[in-house]
């Protein structure tokens, strides 16, 4: 089973406006972290966004914020106020233990100017 | 602070060459991980190393493919002898523990071409 679903392949928003990138997950862990990741065209990683599995609060950083439904295990990306520089490829990834990080098929993001 | 470095950016090989790609973490992060992206999907990973040490190499195919750091600084990845489907962007990223968190940073990775 996959541990890690984005069922997203492609995205389309207009620029300025806010989208939602879809992430669930499967674990038994009680214990993990689940991280998103933006990759450019450039090919490099970068990281976006952290949520604990014990966290209480949404993570946010500036203009992402994760949409975090333990019960659901979904772990959404949403970025608000669309730039043209967000167009990339998204990766929404976990962390069990032994800080091994699985992947998910990522998203590509497409804004719309 | 310098991010992770690795080297070369891109390889052409014919298969069954070997090829070798090698990886700088940033400064004092004690875990290296290597990574195999293939097109269109997420990125797997290979073998992960705490200091000179391997934590996990289970998905690393190691009849053809093998990691070292010997000094539990740097690190080379070899693949010999490559096949076509060894074509792939090789991701090295370095971790350390801060903010109640293990982040990972990635270097801009090598992109394999086997023909």
């Known amino acids: 089973a996959q541990k890690i679903t984005q069922t997203q392949p492609g995205m389309f928003v207009q620029e300025k406006e806010a989208v939602t990138l879809d992430c669930t997950y499967d674990?038994?862990?009680?214990?993990?972290?689940l991280f998103w990741y933006k990759q450019p065209s450039s090919g490099e990683m970068i990281f976006l966004i952290y949520?604990?599995?014990?966290?209480?609060q949404n993570a946010t950083e500036g203009r992402y914020s994760l949409n975090f439904q333990k019960a659901r295990k979904s772990a959404n990306l949403v970025i608000s106020a669309s730039q043209l520089g967000d167009s990339a490829m998204y990766f929404c990834a976990m962390e069990e233990a032994g800080n091994m990080l699985t992947f998910g098929g990522g998203t590509r993001l497409m804004v719309k100017p | 602070e310098a991010g992770v470095a690795q080297s070369p950016r891109y390889k052409i090989i014919e298969k069954r060459q070997s090829v070798a790609f090698w990886c700088n973490p940033i400064s004092g992060h004690a875990t290296l991980y290597w990574y195999q992206q293939i097109l269109g999907q997420g990125p797997k990973l290979l073998i992960q190393?705490?200091?000179?040490?391997?934590?996990?190499d289970s998905q690393l195919p190691k009849d053809r493919f093998s990691a070292e750091r010997l000094k539990g600084v740097d690190s080379t990845l070899k693949i010999q002898p490559a096949k076509l489907e060894d074509s792939a962007v090789y991701l090295c990223?370095?971790?350390?523990?801060?903010?109640?968190?293990?982040?990972?940073?990635f270097g801009p990775g090598t992109r394999l071409l086997v023909l």
């Open positions: 190393f705490q200091n000179n040490g391997v934590v996990d």
């Open positions: 949520q604990g599995s014990y966290d209480q």
């Open positions: 990223a370095s971790s350390f523990w801060g903010g109640n968190k293990e982040t990972q940073y």
């Open positions: 674990t038994s862990d009680p214990s993990y972290g």
